[in-house]
């Protein structure tokens, strides 16, 4: 039992789900990441390696450090919460996969060689669909086959690169890879897609608004997050990062401001907050990996607090789009309140989650002299107060009355986002907590005069500026409309143009054929015309004449060849 990786644990008990119902599946879900979380704390320390030889490659199922065991604790108390917001769900497929892709997160993390990351990398993406898949409909369907696309290729990239790093190095073994080299590169590509890059993110924007009410706060607590400790480990310092991580913080801004569907709203904003995470994972320094764990801590509980918010009024209304919303915080006080403490965290609010951990990235970007870069970051930050922080709970529970008048959610709904928010408000106000588990030593207090005074006036700023264009009627309003992304491509665009080049290279066939026939079927008909046509040579012969006479020409060549030589 003590060398049982943690992964295990979360596998047993999905078989147990399997052929249990009740109370007793009930207790299996929620007793997993508990006994996960303690086998950790007891049998796991910092520094352990369990290695296993299968078909001659020794794959490496348990390598710990302060960085993997981090998220390991992470991912335990995700999944806890997780499952808790989605016990009211009598969906054995769920249930499985919700275990599966938990298990497979962990199975990650402690990952020590590429080989051993790539099955779970797998793993994750065969589970993880199930929440998309599970909701039913057309377009459910149509973005899980998108989304497991995209994370299968993900996998394949790694194992390309996995291969090339050991044919040229000999070596599987998961530590520091770097870009020198082309496994380098498709590795990152691989993480890359993970991790939601520019270009590379439509995955997230077309699968997680797709999936059920209760799928999504799965989804935003695991892959992503795997994704960053992946980059952390494997490509910490690579100074491009910091240039796509500032990209990734503000282009999703752009987006979220006009989009709708307020479950899509909140996965650009996902991509904006994992964009601060790879920023800091680009500038390498301990204070902004540091920065990057706890921000992925943060993240995790607060973007999971605002999908259980959303989920619930989903679970409610049955759907989720801004324009049709507003005036629930009538009947729905408790998770207006709670997502409310969500937005603030998200928004980086001084007291909240959010602030202790942006602001170590903030502060790195500064120290290592990427001030003009800083003022993007900033940018970014005021951003995410507009499309998160204000925009998410004021179209869903103010705003206009939409007439809705729906009841709570059902208590463990409540319990569980009472959970998230009381974590997002104990991390906010006791960060030493929180700094004491980083893997590395700096010395470190968020709650300084200039943070909090600075953050305060970039708060208010675009409060103010939220309130005055909303007021004279230039932002954006919650149109019923569908924006373009780059996923546009792959659904319509490259779908259309396979169409037409088929109906293209179909029609120049049909041509070339047409051409080539045309003169063959002329020389044809020469031929019936002349007088040569009228001999016996150009009729049809009896098989047995024409037997004969290829044996006289056979016997001829016989006695030709033998004469001669």
């Not at 299996?28 to 490659?57: K, Q, R």
Request: hydrophobic share 55%; glycine share 8%; with cysteine.
């Amino acid at each position: 039992m003590n060398e049982l990786p943690p992964f295990a644990l979360y596998f047993i008990a999905a078989l147990l789900v399997l052929v249990t119902r009740g109370t007793l599946r009930n207790i299996i879900l929620l007793a997993t990441p508990v006994i996960a979380a303690i086998h950790i704390w007891l049998n796991i320390e910092s520094g352990t390696v369990s290695t296993t030889s299968i078909l001659s490659l020794d794959l490496t199922f348990t390598r710990s450090d302060k960085l993997s065991l981090v998220f390991a604790y992470l991912f335990c108390l995700a999944s806890l919460i997780a499952t808790i917001f989605a016990l009211q769900v009598k969906d054995t497929k769920q249930d499985v996969a919700g275990l599966v892709y938990a298990g497979s997160a962990l199975g990650a993390v402690f990952a020590g060689d590429l080989i051993t990351l790539f099955v779970f990398f797998e793993l994750m993406a065969v589970s993880s669909v199930v929440f998309i898949w599970a909701r039913g409909t057309e377009r459910a369907i149509d973005a899980g086959m998108r989304y497991l696309v995209f994370q299968v290729l993900s996998g394949v990239l790694l194992l390309a690169g996995a291969l090339v790093q050991y044919q040229a190095t000999g070596s599987l073994a998961f530590d520091h890879i770097g870009l020198d080299s082309t496994a380098g590169w498709l590795i990152l590509a691989s993480f890359g897609i993970k991790s939601a890059f520019p270009f590379l993110h439509g995955w997230i924007t077309d699968g997680y608004p797709e999936a059920t009410a209760t799928g999504t706060v799965f989804l935003s607590s695991f892959t992503t997050k795997v994704a960053v400790y992946a980059l952390a480990r494997g490509f910490a310092g690579e100074e491009i990062l910091v240039y796509v991580g500032i990209t990734m913080a503000c282009f999703p801004i752009f987006y979220a401001v006009i989009e709708n569907d307020l479950r899509k709203v909140l996965a650009y904003s996902l991509i904006n907050q994992v964009g601060f995470m790879v920023t800091g994972i680009g500038i390498g320094t301990a204070l902004a990996l540091n920065g990057v764990v706890a921000h992925a801590v943060s993240h995790v509980i607060y973007k999971g607090l605002l999908f259980m918010t959303m989920g619930a009024v989903l679970y409610r209304v049955g759907h989720i789009n801004g324009s049709n919303l507003g005036g629930l915080y009538k009947t729905m006080p408790k998770t207006t309140a709670f997502c409310i403490v969500g937005a603030l965290s998200i928004s980086a609010f001084p007291l909240f989650s959010g602030f202790i951990s942006k602001s170590m990235v903030m502060s790195a970007l500064v120290k290592e002299d990427y001030s003009y870069l800083w003022l993007f970051m900033l940018f970014a930050s005021a951003g995410v107060f507009h499309h998160a922080g204000i925009k998410i709970p004021y179209f869903a529970f103010f705003a206009h009355d939409s007439g809705l008048r729906p009841k709570e959610v059902p208590a463990n709904m409540l319990f569980a986002m009472g959970l998230g928010t009381a974590l997002c408000i104990f991390i906010g106000t006791q960060p030493q907590y929180l700094y004491a588990l980083l893997p590395w030593e700096v010395d470190y207090w968020p709650y300084d005069t200039t943070h909090v005074l600075a953050q305060l006036q970039l708060l208010f700023f675009s409060a103010l500026a939220f309130v005055w264009l909303n007021k004279q009627g230039l932002y954006p309003p919650e149109l019923r409309s569908t924006n373009l992304d780059v996923e546009w491509i792959y659904r319509k665009f490259l779908p259309a143009g396979l169409h037409r080049g088929l109906i293209f290279f179909r029609g120049a066939r049909e041509a070339t054929m047409t051409a080539a026939i045309a003169p063959m079927h002329s020389i044809r008909r020469s031929f019936l015309q002349s007088s040569i046509a009228k001999y016996h040579l150009s009729e049809s012969w009896p098989t047995g004449s024409m037997v004969f006479w290829v044996s006289i020409i056979l016997i001829a060549y016989l006695l030709l060849d033998f004469f001669v030589y």
